[in-house]
């Protein structure tokens, strides 16, 4: 550890950093805002780094093997896919990433999403904006909720929100979660195969984390196996989709609608085929922001250095098991006398 600690931010995208300043000020740390660009910007801002923090940009094992000193990276998300864990996990350098400050926000999105695309709130909004009105078919078939099936592709903290903010609506609820026991799935909720989930399901939500078995888990053999009727919405992560293959599903009207509030590239590139499908509603990676859930990342995020300023492993580390560079103590015992 540096004298006068030092924590940089590889990926300081919002303005809104001069109170974190101020709190590591205060316990004689200083908070380093930097836009990086590329592994060797990352290496440069951060060969003294004890901690490094990241809003959504990679780090990647180049620029981790260069961060010589670093205790931790923690990441401003839920997911951590951008980040090479085994390759901090070798330097003995601690992921950690804040798991729960938006579960009710990403679960509100996506029934909001799910509703949208159901009752085709978006295109009837557009068709208005156009000097249309009542335009039926181009708004296409709406069903009646009550009876539909729902179907989740997992059923962590974010799909279990969906399930219980959704129950009202008197679905039957399909899950495909390979990880969920039986009898830790909640009730009402029948356990299937990806396969039945597909097959089955007349509105389909994704709620997994992406990594090698996710990544392109949805693509032409999947849409294909969907109902014509089906509405498919994604608020993971934008690689779990093969978009070319999303475009054509809703093009060809393979299914009925899509929502995602993720991309592969974000912003949408200008030439994705994603854009001017009539059923399909984007928001900009949105579903995580509000005006409770902000502050309490920037809040445990801060928590987090704290403790690994004062000597303690952060709360919410992803690869606990692996050997820290320094002894930790542990996360409970951290504020205690
Ligand atoms: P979680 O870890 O609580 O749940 C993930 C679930 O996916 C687990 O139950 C796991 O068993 C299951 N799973 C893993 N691999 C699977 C597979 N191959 N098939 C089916 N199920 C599988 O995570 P969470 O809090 O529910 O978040 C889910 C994802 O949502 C995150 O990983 C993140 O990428 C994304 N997210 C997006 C936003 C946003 O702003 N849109 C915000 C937060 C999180």
Not at 191 to 215: A, N
Not at 304 to 323: D, I, Q, T
Request: proline share 7%.
């Amino acid at each position: 550890m540096n004298p006068r600690p030092k924590v940089v931010n590889i990926d300081s995208r919002h303005a809104y950093y001069a109170q974190e300043q101020a709190q590591l000020a205060a316990i004689g740390a200083d908070m380093v805002l930097a836009k990086t660009k590329g592994d060797d910007d990352v290496i440069r801002v951060c060969a003294d780094a004890d901690i490094v923090l990241v809003e959504a940009s990679p780090v990647t094992a180049k620029a981790i093997e260069g961060m010589t000193r670093t205790r931790a990276i923690i990441i401003y998300a839920v997911g951590y896919d951008k980040i090479d864990v085994a390759a901090a996990t070798r330097q003995g350098i601690i992921v950690a990433n804040i798991p729960d400050y938006c579960t009710e926000e990403v679960s509100d999105h996506t029934a909001a999403l799910l509703l949208a695309a159901s009752r085709r709130v978006v295109i009837m909004d557009r068709n208005i904006r156009a000097g249309g009105w009542f335009d039926f078919p181009k708004n296409g078939p709406i069903h009646r909720m009550k009876n539909l099936t729902l179907g989740l592709v997992g059923l962590g903290r974010i799909g279990s929100g969906v399930v219980r903010k959704l129950s009202g609506f008197q679905m039957r609820t399909l899950v495909a979660d390979p990880f969920l026991k039986p009898a830790d799935a909640p009730a009402g909720v029948e356990l299937v195969s990806l396969e039945r989930v597909l097959r089955e399901s007349d509105l389909i939500s994704v709620h997994v984390p992406l990594g090698p078995q996710t990544r392109g888990m949805f693509s032409t053999a999947q849409f294909r196996a969907m109902k014509p009727n089906a509405i498919f919405v994604n608020t993971s992560r934008g690689p779990i989709v093969d978009e070319e293959a999303l475009a054509t599903a809703l093009r060809e009207k393979w299914i009925a609608g899509a929502a995602l509030d993720v991309t592969v590239k974000e912003p949408l590139d200008a030439s994705s085929p994603l854009r001017g499908l009539d059923h399909l509603i984007i928001t900009p990676h949105y579903g995580a922001s509000s005006e409770e859930s902000v502050p309490q990342l920037r809040a445990t995020v801060m928590d987090s250095v704290r403790a690994l300023l004062a000597g303690h492993w952060p709360p919410y580390p992803v690869n606990p098991s692996m050997s820290p560079r320094v002894p930790l103590k542990p996360w409970s015992d951290f504020g205690r006398a």
